[in-house]
T-cell receptor, first 111, second 114 residues
């Protein structure tokens, strides 16, 4: 079946460097995508979203890029901090109320 | 705004007993809530969609008689794990829509069945 997946299960970066987390999706009908951050033992926290009619959206220190041609989504975190260490999930919205999550990438920030 | 709470945050129960988990939208009304299950080092898997005033919609493979969902008000949905077994031990997370697309998650409930 169609699903959302991630290219890298783990990512380790040095504090202050930029991080890039990638996600591939296969449902071409998806019209909305979200990146979530989940810290250990907690629920997912909304980071940033993007609609399918956009290819880039920026937030505070984060940027999401959407390439519909290759069905690819990425999350860029600028000047990564230790507090950014967490698991990051991309999710795609299918048919309004149906949200599907990718496998997740664990980001570790080294001081 | 858009705060979702869960209670309890963790629970330990004996095999064969039932456990109820509450999900509340604290500062908004949610006609639709979602229940997810997450095993260690895995992603969130949607279990069911809880609709206020009507029956929940379960995902394929989720036993509706085992995971009872009640969405009696616009701010409360409950998930009852009936006759729990050790394999039901997991992290259960609920969420609710705030606005058209924004989905906010609760802090999760860690269930351990001994």
């Amino acid at each position: 079946g169609e699903s959302v997946g991630l290219h890298l299960p783990t990512l380790s970066v040095q504090e202050g460097d930029n991080s890039i987390i990638n996600c591939a999706y296969s449902n071409s009908a998806s019209d909305y995508f979200i990146w979530y951050k989940q810290e250990s033992g907690k629920g997912p926290q909304f980071i940033i979203d993007i609609r399918s009619n956009m290819d880039k959206r920026q937030g505070q220190r984060v940027t999401v890029l959407l390439n519909k041609t290759v069905k690819h989504l990425s999350l860029q975190i600028a000047a990564t901090q230790p507090g950014d260490s967490a698991v990051y999930f991309c999710a795609e919205n299918i048919n309004n109320n149906d949200m599907r999550f990718g496998a997740g990438t664990r980001l570790t920030v080294k001081p | 705004g858009a705060v979702v709470s869960q209670h309890p945050s963790w629970v330990i129960c004996k095999s064969g007993t039932s456990v109820k988990i509450e999900c509340r939208s604290l500062d908004f009304q949610a006609t639709t809530m979602f229940w997810y299950r997450q095993f260690p080092k895995q992603s969130l898997m949607l279990m069911a969609t809880s609709n206020e005033g009507s029956k929940a919609t379960y995902e394929q493979g989720v036993e509706k008689d085992k995971f009872l969902i009640n969405h009696a008000s616009l701010t409360l949905s409950t998930l009852t794990v009936t006759s729990a077994h050790p394999e039901d031990s997991s992290f259960y997370i609920c969420s609710a829509y705030y606005g058209s697309y924004e989905q906010y998650f609760g802090p999760g409930t860690r269930l351990t069945v001994t």
